[in-house]
């Protein structure tokens, strides 16, 4: 099944934005407004509670509208979404120039992956983290999410299973030798070591892995949050990682995992959440749609049928929705009409989400970190 033109399109801004934030040193974020009135508050869209063990899907789709200044990278800063997700939940709206009054779907809603549900869970093909804390006694269970930046082609990050094995508050950057000859090679030499400070692309905390050189960590480049563009190391927006450092104790479980297609039950139906594959995923499966075909079928289990010709339109389409796909189940355009409506500036600000977090079971002195 060859790629839509929504999806060629999607890719083309990629290529733009990645090279916007590969050449340039720091990216700022746009001064944040005051909330407007609006008669269904808007919901933050990093933490859900997880009702039960057998909870799949977490969220809700919701929509807003695009003031004149907007573009679809502010919006997604502010719902906690990345530039990937909201381009592709958007289809032929401008990421630049929305326009006002322009409607702007906000894919926040979440089919969990297939994964262990304890500590971390990264999903690549999403580019989207997840974190299953461990609940104190009589709490109920709570998954909190982020969009992440990860390594571009060539510098894929690594799959596999790791665990948090350093945590750092104002990290230096060692400059590996690779990316020092790369910088080199375009004209842009980089020294030995970054010190702590606004121009380290670490931010203001990192993560170290159990593999070796990988690190999860913040940017002073936001706007590669939810695109390909580092060289290996997983990137969060500073205040997610801001919210995330202090909680996740040292040898918490890591898992990164590649699944474009995750299936999981709600309410009785079975639902699909399809992203586009990685590059070079989509270059080896060629028309391939077996890898969401198996998703679907190892979620059903005999529990029920499934309308296969609208799974492979919502694979084919690969909005990051998650859409019901049992047999007379509403369509994406129904579930759209009656998506929560909420501002584009909500009641929260990134100045309060970006005070620092005092932090525990961590390093409080700057260390050096090697790869980005």
């Known amino acids: 099944m060859k790629p839509s033109s929504c999806n060629r399109q999607r890719r083309a801004w990629v290529s733009v934005l990645c090279t916007c934030v590969y050449l340039s040193a720091c990216s700022s974020f746009p001064d944040w407004r005051p909330p407007w009135v609006s008669s269904q508050p808007p919901t933050p869209s990093d933490s859900f509670l997880l009702a039960s063990e057998d909870t799949d899907v977490v969220g809700r789709v919701q929509v807003t509208s695009a003031h004149h200044e907007d573009t679809l990278s502010d ?35 979440f ?49 596999g299973r790791s665990r948090i094995i350093e945590k750092i508050e104002q990290p230096a950057w060692t400059v590996p030798a690779s990316v020092r000859r790369e910088h080199a090679s375009k004209g842009d030499p980089l020294p030995a070591v970054v010190p702590p400070g606004p121009d380290n692309p670490l931010g203001a905390y990192a993560m170290r892995l159990s593999l070796p050189s990988y690190l999860i960590h913040g940017t002073n480049q936001p706007y590669g949050v939810g695109i390909r563009v580092s060289h290996g190391c997983v990137r969060l927006y500073p205040e997610d990682i801001a919210r ?22 709600l309410n009785g139906q ?21 890898p969401m075909e198996r998703a679907l079928n190892a979620k059903a289990e005999g529990q029920g049928a499934v309308d296969w010709d609208k799974a492979r339109r919502v694979a084919q389409q690969a909005r990051g929705i998650p859409v019901p796909v049992s047999p007379g189940s509403p369509d994406l355009d129904a579930i759209l009409a009656t998506a929560s409506r909420v501002p584009s500036h909500p009641p929260w600000t990134l100045a309060n989400s970006q005070q620092p977090i005092p932090g525990k079971d961590h390093n409080h002195a700057a260390s050096n970190a090697d790869a980005e």
Do not use: C, K
């Open 111 to 159: 089919v969990l992956p297939d994964a262990p549900r304890e500590g971390l869970v990264l999903n690549l093909a999403a580019m989207r983290l997840y974190y299953f804390a461990r609940p104190d006694t009589g709490e109920s269970a709570r998954v909190i999410t982020h969009p992440i930046g990860i390594g571009r082609e060539g510098w894929r990050t690594p799959l």
């Open 270 to 290: 079975l639902y699909l959440d399809a992203h586009p594959p990685l590059a070079e995923d989509a270059r080896r499966w060629g028309n391939s749609l077996q």
């Open 244 to 265: 995330l450092f202090p909680d996740v104790p040292l040898d918490t479980p890591v898992r990164i995992v590649n699944q474009p297609y995750v299936a999981g039950w």
């Open 75 to 109: 919006i997604a800063r502010r719902y906690d979404l990345g530039f990937e997700e909201i381009v592709a939940a958007n289809p032929g709206v401008d990421p630049w120039l929305p326009g006002e009054g322009t409607r702007v779907i906000l894919p926040t809603q």
